[in-house]
Protein backbone atom coordinates (compact mmCIF):
# COMPACT_ATOMS: atom_id res chain seq x y z
CA UNK A 1 0.00 0.00 0.00
CA UNK A 2 1.64 3.39 -1.38
CA UNK A 3 -0.78 5.73 -0.22
CA UNK A 4 -2.36 8.20 -2.35
CA UNK A 5 0.01 9.54 -4.92
CA UNK A 6 -0.13 12.96 -7.04
CA UNK A 7 1.42 13.82 -10.38
CA UNK A 8 2.80 16.26 -11.08
CA UNK A 9 3.65 17.78 -7.65
CA UNK A 10 5.02 21.13 -8.68
CA UNK A 11 3.27 22.74 -11.94
CA UNK A 12 4.54 26.09 -12.78
CA UNK A 13 2.50 27.54 -16.58
CA UNK A 14 1.82 30.51 -18.25
CA UNK A 15 -2.04 32.20 -17.60
CA UNK A 16 -4.17 30.36 -20.16
CA UNK A 17 -2.58 27.22 -20.27
CA UNK A 18 -4.39 24.14 -19.15
CA UNK A 19 -3.17 22.06 -16.54
CA UNK A 20 -3.95 18.19 -15.49
CA UNK A 21 -2.97 16.94 -12.27
CA UNK A 22 -3.55 13.22 -11.88
CA UNK A 23 -4.26 10.98 -8.35
CA UNK A 24 -3.83 7.66 -7.65
CA UNK A 25 -5.66 6.71 -4.25
CA UNK A 26 -5.26 3.63 -2.32
CA UNK A 27 -6.10 0.83 -3.65
CA UNK A 28 -9.64 -0.52 -3.38
CA UNK A 29 -10.63 2.83 -1.85
CA UNK A 30 -14.53 3.12 -3.40
CA UNK A 31 -14.27 7.23 -2.31
CA UNK A 32 -11.74 9.68 -3.94
CA UNK A 33 -11.88 13.90 -3.17
CA UNK A 34 -10.01 16.55 -4.78
CA UNK A 35 -9.43 19.99 -2.38
CA UNK A 36 -8.11 23.06 -2.82
CA UNK A 37 -5.97 24.90 -0.20
CA UNK A 38 -4.53 28.39 -0.67
CA UNK A 39 -1.49 29.93 1.89
CA UNK A 40 -2.80 30.37 5.18
CA UNK A 41 -6.11 28.35 4.64
CA UNK A 42 -7.31 25.03 5.14
CA UNK A 43 -8.49 22.95 2.15
CA UNK A 44 -11.25 23.44 0.63
CA UNK A 45 -13.64 20.60 -1.06
CA UNK A 46 -13.50 21.13 -4.63
CA UNK A 47 -15.18 17.41 -5.52
CA UNK A 48 -15.59 13.75 -4.99
CA UNK A 49 -16.34 10.47 -6.68
CA UNK A 50 -17.80 7.16 -5.61
CA UNK A 51 -16.36 4.75 -7.61
CA UNK A 52 -16.91 6.32 -11.45
CA UNK A 53 -19.47 8.61 -10.64
CA UNK A 54 -19.02 12.24 -9.85
CA UNK A 55 -21.35 12.67 -7.02
CA UNK A 56 -20.64 16.47 -5.52
CA UNK A 57 -19.38 18.98 -7.06
CA UNK A 58 -18.47 22.57 -4.85
CA UNK A 59 -19.17 25.83 -6.52
CA UNK A 60 -15.51 26.59 -6.16
CA UNK A 61 -15.26 24.33 -9.09
CA UNK A 62 -16.34 26.74 -12.08
CA UNK A 63 -17.16 25.52 -15.65
CA UNK A 64 -13.16 26.01 -16.08
CA UNK A 65 -12.25 22.99 -13.82
CA UNK A 66 -13.28 18.96 -14.86
CA UNK A 67 -12.70 15.90 -12.98
CA UNK A 68 -12.87 12.07 -14.42
CA UNK A 69 -12.68 8.90 -13.00
CA UNK A 70 -12.92 6.61 -15.61
CA UNK A 71 -12.56 3.64 -14.78
CA UNK A 72 -13.46 4.23 -10.91
CA UNK A 73 -9.22 4.18 -10.45
CA UNK A 74 -6.86 6.66 -10.45
CA UNK A 75 -8.58 10.48 -11.27
CA UNK A 76 -7.56 13.72 -13.12
CA UNK A 77 -8.14 17.15 -12.42
CA UNK A 78 -8.06 19.53 -15.29
CA UNK A 79 -7.85 23.45 -15.28
CA UNK A 80 -8.77 25.35 -18.63
CA UNK A 81 -7.21 28.82 -19.22
CA UNK A 82 -5.66 29.27 -16.19
CA UNK A 83 -5.61 32.37 -14.57
CA UNK A 84 -3.72 33.53 -11.45
CA UNK A 85 -6.26 33.21 -9.01
CA UNK A 86 -5.88 29.13 -9.49
CA UNK A 87 -2.17 29.28 -7.96
CA UNK A 88 -3.16 26.68 -5.17
CA UNK A 89 -2.10 23.21 -4.14
CA UNK A 90 -4.19 21.08 -4.94
CA UNK A 91 -5.21 17.75 -2.91
CA UNK A 92 -6.44 14.50 -3.35
CA UNK A 93 -7.58 12.54 -0.94
CA UNK A 94 -9.81 8.83 -0.79
CA UNK A 95 -11.04 6.33 1.60
CA UNK A 96 -13.23 2.96 1.87
CA UNK A 97 -16.58 4.01 2.29
CA UNK A 98 -19.09 1.69 2.95
CA UNK A 99 -23.15 2.27 3.00
CA UNK A 100 -25.01 5.46 3.97
CA UNK A 101 -23.90 7.86 6.88
CA UNK A 102 -20.78 5.68 7.42
CA UNK A 103 -17.96 7.67 8.46
CA UNK A 104 -14.41 6.34 7.70
CA UNK A 105 -10.86 7.63 7.64
CA UNK A 106 -10.10 10.12 4.62
CA UNK A 107 -5.96 9.68 3.81
CA UNK A 108 -4.67 12.43 1.84
CA UNK A 109 -1.64 12.86 -0.81
CA UNK A 110 1.28 15.12 -1.07
CA UNK A 111 -0.81 17.72 -2.89
CA UNK A 112 0.32 19.29 -6.46
CA UNK A 113 1.40 23.28 -6.38
CA UNK A 114 0.33 25.02 -9.01
CA UNK A 115 1.73 28.22 -9.66
CA UNK A 116 -0.09 30.46 -12.87
CA UNK A 117 2.68 33.51 -13.86
CA UNK B 1 -23.09 22.59 5.40
CA UNK B 2 -21.48 21.55 8.34
CA UNK B 3 -19.32 24.65 10.14
CA UNK B 4 -15.75 23.77 12.24
CA UNK B 5 -14.22 26.13 13.81
CA UNK B 6 -10.72 26.11 15.46
CA UNK B 7 -9.08 27.90 18.52
CA UNK B 8 -6.95 29.47 19.05
CA UNK B 9 -5.55 30.63 15.82
CA UNK B 10 -2.18 31.04 16.77
CA UNK B 11 -0.09 29.50 19.76
CA UNK B 12 3.47 29.56 20.80
CA UNK B 13 4.93 27.24 22.99
CA UNK B 14 8.22 26.68 25.01
CA UNK B 15 9.89 22.84 24.09
CA UNK B 16 7.95 20.60 26.81
CA UNK B 17 5.02 22.11 27.39
CA UNK B 18 1.28 20.79 27.36
CA UNK B 19 -1.31 22.15 25.05
CA UNK B 20 -5.00 22.15 24.22
CA UNK B 21 -6.23 22.55 20.65
CA UNK B 22 -9.92 23.09 20.73
CA UNK B 23 -12.87 22.46 17.52
CA UNK B 24 -16.09 22.70 17.37
CA UNK B 25 -18.45 21.86 14.77
CA UNK B 26 -21.91 22.98 14.15
CA UNK B 27 -24.13 19.47 13.28
CA UNK B 28 -23.99 15.78 14.10
CA UNK B 29 -20.91 14.48 12.44
CA UNK B 30 -20.33 10.73 11.79
CA UNK B 31 -16.54 11.69 10.76
CA UNK B 32 -14.41 13.53 12.35
CA UNK B 33 -10.44 13.62 11.91
CA UNK B 34 -7.29 16.11 13.07
CA UNK B 35 -4.71 16.46 10.69
CA UNK B 36 -0.69 17.85 10.95
CA UNK B 37 0.21 19.31 7.92
CA UNK B 38 3.79 19.78 7.94
CA UNK B 39 5.94 22.10 5.84
CA UNK B 40 5.76 20.09 2.53
CA UNK B 41 2.17 20.38 2.94
CA UNK B 42 1.28 16.79 3.37
CA UNK B 43 -1.81 16.49 5.70
CA UNK B 44 -1.25 13.59 8.25
CA UNK B 45 -3.46 11.78 9.70
CA UNK B 46 -3.37 11.85 13.55
CA UNK B 47 -6.84 10.82 14.72
CA UNK B 48 -10.21 9.69 13.47
CA UNK B 49 -12.16 10.38 16.17
CA UNK B 50 -16.25 11.00 15.85
CA UNK B 51 -16.72 10.07 19.47
CA UNK B 52 -14.81 9.05 22.62
CA UNK B 53 -11.21 9.33 23.25
CA UNK B 54 -7.77 7.95 21.36
CA UNK B 55 -3.96 8.49 23.06
CA UNK B 56 -1.10 7.51 20.46
CA UNK B 57 2.00 8.86 22.02
CA UNK B 58 2.37 12.62 23.87
CA UNK B 59 -0.71 12.94 21.35
CA UNK B 60 -4.78 12.48 22.50
CA UNK B 61 -8.16 13.58 21.21
CA UNK B 62 -11.37 13.62 22.68
CA UNK B 63 -14.51 14.38 20.76
CA UNK B 64 -17.64 14.94 22.42
CA UNK B 65 -20.19 14.38 19.76
CA UNK B 66 -23.02 15.56 22.12
CA UNK B 67 -22.06 18.67 22.95
CA UNK B 68 -20.44 19.52 19.36
CA UNK B 69 -17.09 20.02 20.60
CA UNK B 70 -13.56 18.33 19.98
CA UNK B 71 -10.29 18.58 21.60
CA UNK B 72 -6.10 17.68 20.91
CA UNK B 73 -3.81 17.34 23.69
CA UNK B 74 -0.52 18.24 23.06
CA UNK B 75 2.03 17.04 25.84
CA UNK B 76 5.45 17.65 26.30
CA UNK B 77 5.50 19.23 22.94
CA UNK B 78 8.93 19.58 20.54
CA UNK B 79 9.84 21.32 18.19
CA UNK B 80 8.97 18.76 15.79
CA UNK B 81 5.48 19.33 16.68
CA UNK B 82 5.05 22.64 14.61
CA UNK B 83 3.18 22.88 12.17
CA UNK B 84 -0.76 23.41 11.39
CA UNK B 85 -3.28 21.30 12.76
CA UNK B 86 -6.66 21.00 11.45
CA UNK B 87 -9.87 19.81 12.49
CA UNK B 88 -12.04 17.99 9.57
CA UNK B 89 -15.86 17.00 10.18
CA UNK B 90 -18.19 15.50 8.31
CA UNK B 91 -21.89 14.92 8.40
CA UNK B 92 -24.05 12.25 6.50
CA UNK B 93 -22.51 10.59 3.70
CA UNK B 94 -19.70 13.00 2.47
CA UNK B 95 -17.31 15.33 2.17
CA UNK B 96 -15.41 16.71 5.07
CA UNK B 97 -14.71 20.34 5.68
CA UNK B 98 -11.86 21.54 7.09
CA UNK B 99 -11.38 24.60 10.15
CA UNK B 100 -8.81 27.27 9.43
CA UNK B 101 -6.46 25.66 11.53
CA UNK B 102 -4.38 25.93 14.58
CA UNK B 103 -0.42 27.31 13.44
CA UNK B 104 1.54 25.80 16.36
CA UNK B 105 5.24 27.20 16.64
CA UNK B 106 7.26 25.35 19.31
CA UNK B 107 10.77 26.76 20.31
CA UNK B 108 13.64 25.17 21.70
Known amino acids: DTGVSQDPRHKITKRGQNVTFRCDPI?????LYWYRQTLGQGPEFLTY????????KSRLLSDRFSAERPKGSFSTLEIQRTEQGDSAMYLC???????????????FGEGSWLTVV | GIQVEQSPPDLILQEGANSTLRCNFS?????LQWFHQNPWGQLINLFY???GTKQNGRLSATTVATERYSLLYISSSQTTDSGVYFC??????????FGAGTRLAVHP
Open chain 2, 49 to 51: IPS
Open chain 2, 88 to 97: AASGGYNKLI
Open chain 1, 93 to 107: ASSNQQGAFAGNTIY
Open chain 1, 49 to 56: FQNEAQLE
Open chain 1, 27 to 31: SEHNR
Open chain 2, 27 to 31: DSVNN
